[in-house]
């Protein structure tokens, strides 16, 4: 199975900085058309998981633009500009290029 | 937007069975028939992992290899309802077990988890 592998585990912010999550594949997510098979997700406590980002770059609808997804191949970020309260939770990437899907292990974002 | 509801869950001995399911239901002229669905569930405390897919017309369905050959996954086009066959359980089965949809793009109809449901809590505990 593909190994997705997040960092940092937990990420403590303030209200208003920017924060930075790194998604790395263990193998290439990279189709022949082109696309990424990556999605980010967000889980908010004692929710269910909500998709964030997909297609390595792509909002989902009703996500905020202070998200934004970038790279290929095996390296990916998940961006927020600003983060907000509301943004707290934890974050999972997940390929799905390869069968099975396969998630990262999260990273829990806190309010400092 | 879509609401799926799951239920069944509960708490059940080494070695015996459950059923789950999941209603779906949405906006007006939702068709649950034209989504791909999937299980995925969370151990208590961890991450999440994919356990099984069927397709739109039922005609095809996957598994993960942990729950193959244990699980049967079905749906009920008419009922709006995907099922969730659990049998031979295992004390590493215990999880939230969450309903999804595929979603639907440009390229293709089985893109990223796009709905879930809340979940259903699955104990398998003597």
């Known amino acids: 199975d593909v190994v997705m592998t997040q960092s940092p585990l937990s990420l403590p912010v303030t209200p208003g900085e920017p924060a930075s999550i790194s998604c790395r594949s263990s193998q290439s997510l990279l189709n022949s058309n082109g696309y990424n098979y990556l999605d980010w997700y967000l889980q908010k406590p004692g929710q269910s998981p909500q998709l964030l980002i997909y297609l390595g770059s792509n909002r989902a609808s009703g996500v905020p633009d202070r998200f934004s997804g970038s790279g290929s191949g095996t390296d990916f970020t998940l961006k927020i500009s600003r983060v907000e309260a509301e943004d707290i939770g934890v974050y999972f990437c997940?390929?799905?290029?390869?069968?099975?899907?396969?998630f990262g292990q999260g990273t829990k974002l806190e309010i400092k | 937007e879509v609401q799926l509801l799951e239920s069944g869950g509960g708490l059940v001995q080494p070695g015996g069975s459950l059923r789950l399911s999941c209603v779906a239901s949405?906006?007006?002229?939702?068709?649950?028939?034209?989504?791909?669905m999937s299980w995925v569930r969370q151990a208590p405390g961890e991450g999440l992992e994919w356990v099984s897919a069927i397709s739109d017309d039922g005609r095809s369905t996957y598994f993960a290899d942990p729950v193959k050959g244990r699980f049967v996954i079905s749906r009920d086009n008419f009922k709006n309802t995907l099922y969730l066959y659990m049998n031979s359980l295992r004390a590493d089965d215990t999880a939230v077990y969450y309903c999804?949809?595929?979603?639907?793009?440009?390229?293709?109809?089985?893109?990223?988890?796009?709905?879930w449901g809340q979940g259903t809590l699955v104990t398998v505990s003597s």
């Open positions: 949405g906006f007006p002229g939702f068709s649950f028939s034209t989504y791909h």
């Open positions: 997940m390929q799905a290029l390869h069968s099975p899907r396969t």
């Open positions: 999804a949809t595929y979603s639907t793009t440009l390229i293709s109809k089985w893109g990223a988890f796009d709905y």
